[in-house]
């Protein structure tokens, strides 16, 4: 079995996961960590690590969610992901906020949601094994339910969603989940340079810079 540690601080939540060659595993969830990420990251990940029994050096690889979300929260994971594959000679793995939804319905057909503001929604859609069957897209309210009756998704989010029947996912046991899910694959896995930030859209800024 592979060790690995993987963290979420794409929202306003934080998550931390640990798991040793022996198959223990430590979960840390902070539900209320916006704006401190960069504060909590480090601290957290000794405390997870420690739980589960094991240390960075332990890890054959690391993981993390890349998005979409928080703009600052994604760089901070990303930066720390990052810092430890080249640090131990480690792969990564990418999660995207979307998988770590997906992972938490089931055998069921699933449109992912991340909030975007303003009644708008980073989407994304998953047949029945979670596969990528709707590509990352920035939908509006209506847009995202149109969807979801047309092609008979199941909507999800981290989030309670203003749609009739939407699932709220557990983000900890989702991320848990689709590392399962997609580790099990060896082309899911990228170098340290290779792990990028899934944003959909601009940022405010890039986009008054147009």
Known sequence: MKGFLAADTAAGYLT??????????????????????????????EKTLQDAGMGLADCNFFSCVVGP????GIRIGLATVKGFCTAFSRPALPVTSFDAVAYTTGRTKTLALVPAGH?????AGYDEGKGLLFPPAYLSREEAAALAKAE??????YAALPFEGSLQADMAAGLLAAIEGKGSDERNFVPSEGLQAVYVRRSQAEESHR
């Open 119 to 123: 009644e708008y929604y980073y989407a």
């Open 69 to 72: 979300g928080s703009f600052t």
């Open 16 to 45: 931390v996961i640990a798991r040793n060659r022996n198959g223990r595993t430590a979960v840390s969830y902070l539900p209320d960590c916006a704006m401190n990420h960069s504060v909590m990251l480090l601290p957290t990940v």
């Open 152 to 157: 008979g998704y199941t909507i999800a989010g």
